[in-house]
């Protein structure tokens, strides 16, 4: 069966580490994988887009990694700061959904001072 | 300033009462979508529209129902025939422009509780 999925768990960290988070899917064909931030109680906001061709993408403080062999995407935060503390979503369009954003649950991330 | 609009932020409903969420975007985007927030659970798309006077089931759309009669509108009525309705509802949109990155666009949301 077809799945994305991020840690359920909630990753807590001290401020100025690196935070991050993985998000693994099965049975599908990537054309793109995004990130998403939500706050809570707010509409998810849009961070980065990696394509099936390419293995890293950069901005700022945050970084993205997608490696189609294991089917994986990590999304890195350096120097994490109390304010990047919020659910991180990752969702990805498959060459055979249609078109259509499917979406992993979502991993709470808590920066601590 | 462009942005999605949804209304109302919070709402309660009686069992068997149908109620409809509007969604308004002025950022001329063609595409809009549906979705379903649950603890726990990724988004589920309920119904997208890529252009006016069309649009398309998603993967839960049984007891919902929409239109798409102008361009930076599209309303989701939540019938009495969804059998749990109570979640967050977000509305979005995209740019189908060939240069776009396939970005979404969510409104803030709408919380749909059933008493």
């Known amino acids: 069966s077809q799945k994305i999925e991020q840690n359920s768990e909630a990753l807590n960290i001290q401020e100025g580490k690196t935070a991050t988070l993985t998000c693994n899917y099965t049975?599908?064909?990537?054309?793109?994988l995004q990130w998403y931030r939500q706050d809570p109680g707010r509409g998810p906001v849009f961070l980065l887009l990696i394509r099936e061709n390419e293995k890293e993408k950069r901005k700022e403080r945050l970084k993205v990694t997608f490696d189609t062999t294991l089917k994986q995407s990590l999304f890195h935060i350096t120097a994490s700061q109390p304010a990047d503390s919020a659910t991180y979503l990752c969702?990805?369009?498959?060459?055979?959904?249609?078109?259509?954003?499917?979406f992993g649950q979502g991993t709470e991330l808590s920066v601590k001072p | 300033d462009g942005g999605i609009t949804q209304s109302p932020k919070y709402l309660f409903r009686k069992e068997g009462q149908n109620v409809t969420l509007s969604c308004e975007q002025n950022?001329?985007?063609?595409?809009m979508y549906w979705y379903r927030q649950d603890p726990g659970q990724g988004l589920r798309l309920i119904y997208y529209?890529?252009?006016?006077?069309?649009?398309q089931k998603g993967d839960i759309a049984e007891g919902y129902s929409v239109s798409r009669e102008k361009k930076e509108s599209f309303p989701l009525t939540v019938t009495s025939a969804q059998k749990n309705p109570t979640a967050f509802y977000l509305c979005a949109s995209k740019d189908r422009g060939t240069a776009n990155t396939g970005e979404l666009f969510f409104g803030e949301g709408s919380r749909l509780t059933v008493l």
């Open positions: 529209s890529q252009i006016v006077n069309d649009f």
């Open positions: 049975n599908y064909s990537p054309a793109y």
């Open positions: 950022l001329n985007h063609d595409a």
């Open positions: 969702a990805l369009r498959g060459y055979n959904q249609g078109g259509k954003l499917i």
